[in-house]
Structures are given as structure tokens and as C-alpha cells.
């Protein structure tokens, strides 16, 4: 990315991984019924598009950055017969952080599904894609947007999100060690040793 792109983040923001493991468990206790805290960041784009510098002219680092969760839990501390279950129950999560010039080591802001992720960009900058599609997916495509009296621009960029999302996962899942860029380009990187974040009661460990 030449330019800063703002954009703006949204999704049901948890402050821990029991709340989060509670919510997406349809047989377990609900603690919180109801309630939704849908959390929304607004700002530019990092470099690699793994965070959110809010102001980069005043501090190029104040922003907030995504690890995935098993890196912000200790794993140092947990015996080999439980990796495995741990990386299986998180590692599908991801953690939202926050960072700015002045700190050392990041505050743990919440944990979300990245499934329920999403990004608005709020840039009037477009780019034209030429793609060809099968004729009959074509054809019932705008027989459906005509139907439903969706836009046919608004469909495509829902389904181009929803493949970048996925690709935007699986490089923050997939690195080892897993590096968070920050907005000035310096690196961070979780202490494996350290537990940002607690295992909830019931994770049984």
C-alpha cells in the first residue's frame, strides 16, 4: 500500500477467552445473556494490514494490532499433552491489542472471532478488476441482485472480503514465530513464557 487507507474495523469484542469460548458454546453457561459489545476502530491500515495506526502523523505506533490467541497465552507453561487441545480450542481465535510509542509490552483489549470480522474502508479510491464469470452464474446473478434489490457492486464486495478475510486469517494463524509489524515497521513479537491472556476455568488445564 503507497497511501494510508482508512478504514474501519468492526466485531463483538470479548474481554477474555471464557467469555468468548462461553459464546460460541451453544450448551454452555451463558454469563453475559444478551449482550453484545460490538467494538468499531477507525483509522490506517498498517503495511501489512494486521493493524491500525489511529493518528500515524502524531505517533506512527498508537494503534491496535491482531495476534492470534495461542500465541498470548503461555504455551511455555503447558505440557506437551496439552498443546494440541489448546491449539485446537483457540488457535482459530484472534486477540486485539493495543500499543503506542511509550509502551513496552501491549495491553490484551479483547478477543474476537474472526469470523464475525469486518472492514470498511472509507477511502473514495476505487480500482477496476476485469474478471469473467460462467455464463449461467452470471445470468442468475443478476436475476438474484434484481430480486432482491441488492446492488450488484455491493455483492461483489461482500464476497471480495469475505475471500480477503480468509487469506488476512490464515497469515496471521500461520507465521512462526508470530510477528506483529508495527506502524513505524519495528517488530514485536509475543514472549510464548508470558500469559496475556488467561485459560479459562473449564479449558480444564
Not at 450488484?152 to 497469515?171: E, F, G, M, P
Request: aromatic fraction near 10%; proline fraction near 7%.
Amino acid at each position: 500500500m503507497s497511501e494510508p487507507v482508512k478504514v474501519k474495523w468492526s466485531f463483538p469484542l470479548y474481554p477474555d477467552l471464557e467469555s468468548l469460548v462461553a459464546e460460541k458454546d451453544p450448551s454452555g453457561p451463558k454469563k453475559r445473556p444478551g449482550l453484545i459489545n460490538r467494538t468499531e476502530i477507525v483509522g490506517y491500515l498498517t503495511e501489512n494490514r494486521c493493524g491500525i495506526v489511529i493518528d500515524p502523523d502524531k505517533d506512527p505506533v498508537m494503534g491496535y494490532y491482531l495476534v492470534d490467541a495461542i500465541s498470548m497465552i503461555g504455551l511455555e507453561h503447558f505440557g506437551d499433552e496439552w498443546v494440541d487441545h489448546l491449539w485446537d480450542r483457540y488457535s482459530s481465535l484472534l486477540t486485539l491489542i493495543y500499543m503506542d510509542a511509550t509502551t513496552e509490552e501491549p495491553e490484551v483489549v479483547g478477543v474476537f472471532d474472526p469470523a464475525t470480522w469486518e472492514e470498511e474502508c472509507l477511502t473514495k479510491s476505487t480500482v477496476a478488476l476485469t474478471y469473467r464469470v460462467p455464463a449461467p452464474h452470471g445470468e442468475e446473478y443478476r436475476e438474484r441482485t434484481t430480486e432482491y434489490d441488492i446492488s450488484q457492486v455491493t455483492a461483489i464486495n461482500d464476497a471480495i472480503w469475505h475471500k480477503l478475510r480468509l487469506w488476512r486469517i490464515d497469515s496471521y494463524t500461520s507465521r512462526t514465530p508470530n510477528l506483529v509489524i508495527l506502524g513505524n515497521g519495528e517488530e514485536w513479537e509475543p514472549d510464548t513464557s508470558m500469559k496475556y491472556l488467561s485459560i479459562p476455568e473449564h479449558a480444564e488445564v
